[in-house]
Structure formats: structure tokens, C-alpha cells
T-cell receptor
Framework: GNSVTQMEGPVTLSEEAFLTINCTYT??????LFWYVQYPGEGLQLLLK?????DKGSNKGFEATYRKETTSFHLEKGSVQVSDSAVYFC???????????????FGSGTQLTVLP | DGGITQSPKYLFRKEGQNVTLSCEQN?????MYWYRQDPGQGLRLIYY???????QKGDIAEGYSVSREKKESFPLTVTSAQKNPTAFYLC?????????FGPGTRLTVL
């Protein structure tokens, strides 16, 4: 079956530090890959996505590149802000079997805290 | 504005009572989902529905039930058979390969 493994948190950084959150996956086919962000007490918001190998997703200064050879989709940001403090989830989605809804498989989430 | 609404935001119930969580979307999405989130853990799929009047069990369906009588609505009932119902519940809908999430309902069973 499919699975997603994220680096364990929590991660604590100072403002303007470089961020990397590692994500690797196992899938039987050719999945789409996602990063979602969850702020305290809220639902998940899509941060970025990539649908095929070597695609780079980017949004709000965050980037992640779909690496098929290493089955990875690491999240990076060059300079974090206090407002980036949240939980980050890596997820994958494979094309469904006929008649089924597409499902997401999530990693366990990484808590990021950015200190001023 | 299009989006997904969940109500209530906080819900308290006594042990042994059934409770229904509301999820409504006006995005015209066919597929809808319910997830459970426990502290420090990822999301686990409870039920999903591809179209009206059809739904499928996810990974942790025991103790839960759903209905899909309208495209816009996908309510979740947490029954007394659910052994540990205290959690954060998230509803989502999807188009193509992207899911959109509601703000969540935090259920506490006393």
C-alpha cells in the first residue's frame, strides 16, 4: 500500500532561518504529491503540489521538488517567519480505481515553531 | 464565497450518546470525505463519498455512520459504538486530485 514518512518534529527555528522538512513516500504507481499546512485550531490548507516527476511546487516562499529517483518531496523555505509556525503535512494521491474517489495518504505531520 | 463549512466548531457530549457533525460545501464537488485527527498524528480516513447516495468505508469506519442525500451535504454520526470518540474531525471535498478542507469540529466526550 501507499505510505508517507515525514521527519519527526517538533522543529524550532529562529526567524529568517532556512527550513527543510523531509518527506519520502511509497506508492505503487505515479502519485501526485502535496504539502498541506494546518494553523492552530483550523483545517488544512493546500500549500503546494506537484503532479509528476521533476515538477517543482511553490507558494508563499515554500518550495518542494518531486524526486522520483529518491521518492522524496522535501519542503524548503529560505527564510522562515513567525507566521509560518504551524503543522505541515506531506501527502500523496494516486489515480483511483474506476468508480472510486481519489484518496489522500498523509504523513504524521511536523510541528514547526519559529521564534522571533 | 465558495467553501466548506463545518458545524459546530466545538461539541461536547456525554458518553453513550450519538452525535452528528455537519459538513456542507458549495464548491459543486462530487467527492466528499471525513477524517479524524488525534493529537500529534496525521489524518485517518473515516468515510468517503464519490456521488450522492453512495459512500465507502475508510480505514477507521467502525463506530461511525454517514449519509449523502444531497451533493452539498455529508453529515457524520459518531455513535455510542465508537470507543474513543474525542478527536478533531475534518471534512473535505475534492475535484480532480486536490482536496479542500473545512475548519473542523472538535468533539469532546465527557
Amino acid at each position: 500500500g501507499n505510505s508517507v514518512t515525514q521527519m519527526e518534529g517538533p522543529v524550532t527555528l529562529s526567524e529568517e532561518a532556512f527550513l527543510t522538512i523531509n518527506c519520502t513516500y511509497t506508492a505503487t504507481g505515479y502519485p501526485s504529491l502535496f504539502w498541506y499546512v494546518q494553523y492552530p485550531g483550523e483545517g488544512l490548507q493546500l500549500l503546494l503540489k506537484a503532479t509528476k516527476a521533476d515538477d517543482k511546487g511553490s507558494n508563499k516562499g515554500f518550495e518542494a521538488t518531486y524526486r522520483k529517483e529518491t521518492t522524496s518531496f522535501h519542503l524548503e523555505k529560505g527564510s522562515v517567519q513567525v507566521s509560518d509556525s504551524a503543522v505541515y503535512f506531506c501527502a500523496l494521491s494516486e489515480p483511483p480505481r474506476s468508480g472510486s474517489a481519489r484518496q489522500l495518504t498523509f504523513g504524521s505531520g511536523t510541528q514547526l515553531t519559529v521564534l522571533p | 464565497d465558495g467553501g466548506i463549512t463545518q458545524s459546530p466548531k466545538y461539541l461536547f457530549r456525554k458518553e453513550g450518546q450519538n452525535v452528528t457533525l455537519s459538513c456542507e460545501q458549495n464548491l459543486n464537488h462530487d467527492a466528499m470525505y471525513w477524517y479524524r485527527q488525534d493529537p500529534g498524528q496525521g489524518l485517518r480516513l473515516i468515510y468517503y463519498s464519490q456521488i450522492v447516495n453512495d459512500f465507502q468505508k475508510g480505514d477507521i469506519a467502525e463506530g461511525y455512520s454517514v449519509s449523502r442525500e444531497k451533493k452539498e451535504s455529508f453529515p457524520l454520526t459518531v455513535t455510542s459504538a465508537q470507543k474513543n470518540p474525542t478527536a478533531f474531525y475534518l471534512c473535505a471535498s475534492s475535484i480532480y486530485n486536490e482536496q479542500f478542507f473545512g475548519p473542523g469540529t472538535r468533539l469532546t466526550v465527557l
